[in-house]
């Protein structure tokens, strides 16, 4: 790798263990590092084994404060790359030069769970990207829904308090269904919108790769001559906005508590890297006012059929860390790192991040100069008058004042030549106040844009999100509460609601508001390259399997960049019907349907009935319907398939007949797999999930 932020990571390396003993903290060779030194056999241990006593203190510390929010990730080194010259909006030097590839660090993380919760659970994600530019480090701190759950800052607290475990026993771990969240909500409309977003599948995305992420403040470009232009940032991956369901999702959070961190640490190391476009809604700042709602409001969109996303530049992950702790646990993200070229606006929620995020380093990183740490470091120069304080590293030499004339005046104030920061001169005038705008009252809107853009399997999904969580809320009135909210927002969804958490539905509200919707909120319009790249697809194997069939079969799904498993119910190899064995790639039973995107069941003489009376099995294509994914059978394996007894499906029973229906892709043919079936099973995957398929339950 030949990144400059790569070559100064190779410089902070530790040294290979392999080239030398073991030794102490100061360099003392050690000899025996199994047993501490003690009086005798069975005597006590002395306090003079300096190596037992530097072993166990450095242990004792090993530990560092979790982030208060956002507490798990996962983060991953790559590029950013901008498609031509943003020169016309900003002068920020990494969004001019189509060569030019700037180094970039993005963390993903869950909000409330702590450190060792699951990846799986219903929360907002963070998407916090660190640009090494050639002007100083740039943090786009965002998350992958577009909108928050609060106006102003100093309500964060408070919001935290409320989504975080109950206090008196910390229970739920990582999960808002509970009662002081929801009494928060009930009782803080703003929070609404955002609440729909965490309703919905957005909140349990498939992977880290599957989501979009967005800046969600308006931020300022500033070009060359000092001139500003508002700006929303979005992030879209390449392969497309896909989610779990929450069957699977709760599933998942037993058999793979590491479900998303793994998925994004696998693909990178298997060079399929992750991939996403940076774009920008642009808004000229004389059209500040011309909306419904103000764009200082971080609980509103500016709808993209209203004002379109700019496609600026594409990021490529392509590094996994070397070492968790060091590098994704250490990482220091602040809104307030910014360059030339990009500035803030008042959204109060901005401005109150811009304190927080430097301060939360000082408990959490140990003291101030976390900006020295590896993964943290510009690989700008630095040269500043900070000198000393705890973790210091570097050995300053020289002066640290300024002005002064004993160190030659050095470092100098950056001259007129545009390489400086220079803060955009906004024109302010106001009296001092507490007072939240009027602008920002309207809290339904858009809470109803989001409802109104879902398509209906979406909306099944929030009425479901919304009885589960609400039913785990003791209190009744918090429930009744949460529900006349929602009649704010659509009466529809709050009798369904209602109904099923067991309160009256409430009277119709008299709030009015536009019929807005907005298709590019809805998950069906965003499928990306409708690639199958990285699909996990599992392959049910037994003795007899018909190994032609399926060979031609993994071959042709493979070559499309799927992930192609076989598993049977132990490891090794099955025989396959030509006598041949067949390797297996896992058991059965160490896996699950909710790890795998969809399956794939090869005929075979005497495979198929020895897989039906395998309970482990069936139960895998049985979850693998229900969660609404592809199943494709060949030969004997579309017995299988008829045994789920799908009521209404299409399903072959003859020869050299391929039919596929709601993703049930079936060819009873015995020997081939033949490209028609591969490619109806293949658009049947890359559609994710066949929402139409009878009797389905999540
Ligand atoms: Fe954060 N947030 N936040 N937040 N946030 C933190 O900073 C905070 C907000 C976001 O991977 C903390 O270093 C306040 C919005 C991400 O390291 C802390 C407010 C958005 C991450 C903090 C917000 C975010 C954080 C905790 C309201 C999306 C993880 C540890 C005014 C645009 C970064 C840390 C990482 C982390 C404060 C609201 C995203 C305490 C006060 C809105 C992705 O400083």
């Known amino acids: 790798m030949t990144d400059r932020k790569e070559r100064q990571r190779e410089g902070y390396r530790a040294a ?14 050690v000899d025996h590092t199994d047993d501490s030194l003690t009086v005798g056999e069975r005597g006590p241990t002395l306090l003079e084994d300096f190596h037992f006593r530097e072993k166990l203190m450095h242990f004792d510390h090993e530990r560092i404060p979790e982030r208060v929010v956002h507490a798990r990730g996962a983060g991953a080194y790559g590029y950013f790359e901008p498609y031509e010259s943003c020169a016309e909006f900003t002068r ?15 963390r993903f993380s869950t909000v409330a769970g702590p450190r060792g919760s699951a990846d799986t659970v219903r929360d907002v994600r963070g998407f916090a990207t660190k640009f090494y530019t050639s002007e100083g480090n740039y943090d786009l701190v965002g998350n992958n829904m577009p909108v928050f759950f609060i106006q102003d800052g100093i309500k964060f607290p408070d919001f935290v308090h409320a989504v975080k475990p109950e206090p008196q026993n910390e229970i739920p771990t990582g999960s ?9 909500v009930s009782l803080q409309p703003e929070t609404l919108h955002m609440m729909m977003w965490l309703m919905s599948d957005r909140a349990i995305p498939r992977s880290y790769r599957m989501m979009q992420g967005f800046g969600v403040h308006t931020f300022r470009f500033v070009d060359a001559r000092g001139h500003g232009t508002l700006v929303k940032f979005h992030w879209k991956p390449k392969l497309g906005v896909h989610s779990l369901v929450w069957d699977e999702a709760q599933e998942c959070q037993g058999r793979d508590p590491d479900f998303n961190r793994r998925d994004l640490w696998q693909s990178i190391e298997a060079g399929e890297f992750p991939e996403y476009e940076l774009g920008a809604q642009l808004i000229p700042e004389e059209d500040e006012f011309g909306f419904d709602f103000d764009l200082l409001d971080a609980t509103k969109i500016v709808p993209e059929e209203q004002v379109p996303v700019r496609p600026l530049g594409r990021m490529v992950l392509d590094r996994n860390p070397d070492n968790f702790f060091a590098e994704t646990e250490q990482v220091a993200f602040h809104t307030a790192n910014v360059v030339p070229g990009i500035d803030f606006t008042d959204d109060p929620l901005l401005q109150a991040r811009n304190f927080s995020y430097l301060d939360t380093q000082l408990i959490r990183l140990g003291g101030p100069n976390f900006a020295q740490l590896p993964v943290n470091q510009p690989v ?3 040269r500043t008058n900070q000198r000393d304080g705890y973790h210091q590293t570097a050995i300053h030499t020289g002066t640290s004042y300024s002005p002064n004339s004993l160190g030659g005046g050095c470092p100098a104030i950056a001259g007129a030549d545009g390489y400086a920061f220079s803060h955009y001169p906004e024109r302010l005038d106001g009296a001092k106040l507490r007072k939240r705008g009027e602008s920002f009252k309207d809290f339904y809107s858009q809470a109803a844009m989001f409802w109104n853009s879902m398509s209906d399997w979406e909306r099944q999904h929030i009425v479901d999100a919304f009885r589960f969580e609400l039913g785990k809320v003791g209190a009744v009135q918090v429930r009744e509460r949460t529900v006349e909210q929602l009649t704010h927002i659509d009466q529809g969804l709050a009798t369904a609601v209602a109904e099923g958490i067991g309160v009256a539905t409430p009277a119709v509200a008299n709030t009015e508001h536009k019929p807005l919707a907005s298709p590019a909120l809805s998950l069906t319009n965003l499928h990306g390259d409708g690639s199958i790249r990285t699909r996990r697809i599992a392959v ?7 190994t032609g069939q399926l060979a031609q079969a993994q071959e042709a799904l493979s070559a499309q960049g799927a992930v192609v498993e076989a598993l049977a119910s132990h ?9 041949n064995g067949y390797a297996v790639d896992r058991a059965l039973p160490t896996v699950a349907s909710v790890l795998y995107d969809a399956v794939l069941l090869p005929g075979g003489p005497t495979g198929t009935p020895e897989l039906r009376s395998d309970e482990t099995a069936m139960r895998f294509v049985r979850d693998a319907y229900r969660h609404g994914k592809a199943i494709g059978a060949l030969g004997s394996g579309v017995g299988i398939v008829s045994a789920l007894e799908p009521e209404g499906l299409h399903i072959a029973s003859g020869h050299g007949h391929v039919c596929a229906d709601r993703g049930v892709v079936t060819d009873a043919t015995t020997g081939t797999a033949s490209e028609e079936f591969t490619r109806a099973f293949t658009d049947a995957v890359a559609a994710h999930r066949h929402w139409s398929r009878p009797h389905l339950h999540f």
């Not at 490891?571 to 006598?579: E, S």
């Open 16 to 29: 290979d263990p392999a080239e030398g003993p073991l030794t102490t903290d100061q360099g003392v060779a």
């Open 380 to 382: 700008a120069p630095v």
């Open 540 to 546: 049910l194997v037994t003795d007899g399997v018909d």
């Open 571 to 579: 490891d090794g190899k099955v025989r396959g019907a030509d006598g």
């Open 92 to 106: 920020a030097a990494f969004l001019q030069d189509p060569s030019v590839r700037t180094p970039v660090f993005v």
């Open 176 to 184: 808002s269904a509970h009662d002081t969240l929801w009494d928060f």
